[in-house]
Every structure is written in C-alpha cells, then in structure tokens.
C-alpha cells in the first residue's frame, strides 16, 4: 500500500540524514585533530588548549586493590578517533606467537 511504503521512506531518509550528521561531525572532528596535530607537534608541556583539542572526555574507574598492588583504569577517548585500546605485552607476545606460527595467515597484501 502506499501509505506504508511511504511511511518507510520517510523512516529511511530521517535514518540516513542522522547517519549523514554523524559522518559529517566524524569529519568536523577528525580535520580539527590534524589541525591541532599540525601546529603542535613539537610541543614541550601539554596546555589546557591542547588537551582540551586533543581528548573529548576522560573516564576513571573504580579502584583496584588486587594483589598487594592499587590499579586504577583510566579510559582517555580522544577527538574523533575515540578510545584507543593499546595492548599489554603479553598480547603482544600472544599474537606475534600465532604469526610466527602461522605466517602466511597474516601476510599482508596490497
């Protein structure tokens, strides 16, 4: 009928639109990253400007008194590129084990 295909149209095109304005605010925040990177990239103290261009928020965790040891997790979630997660040694000792493993499974192509 066409009212319902119509109706669907609607839905898809407001649908689009919101993914459009999320792309288009991904650019936004990645051309102002580049732009901040390019005029400090030989900096010697981080200034409020900086950090506040550089990360978008900070979240800090609840305490962790495990092992005789205090850890706190920090999550640092930077302009337009979001929360990087960085591995810890042992992953990285894990997977260059399953390469050197298994090498042809990671080679890389053009």
Do not use: W
Not at 56 to 79: A, Q
């Amino acid at each position: 009928n066409y009212e319902n295909e119509q109706r669907e149209l609607v839905k898809r095109v407001d649908e689009d639109e919101k993914r459009l304005a999320c792309i288009e605010q991904t650019s936004l925040d990645l051309k102002t990253l580049l732009r901040v990177l390019r005029s400090s990239t030989a900096f010697e103290e981080l200034t409020p400007t900086l950090v506040n261009s550089l990360i978008r928020r900070i979240e800090v965790h609840n305490n962790d008194k495990s092992g005789g040891h205090c850890y706190v997790r920090v999550d640092i979630y930077f302009t337009a590129i979001g929360l990087i997660d960085i591995p810890t040694e042992d992953e990285i000792k894990s997977l260059m084990e399953k390469i050197q493993a298994n090498p042809q499974e990671y080679r890389l192509t053009a």
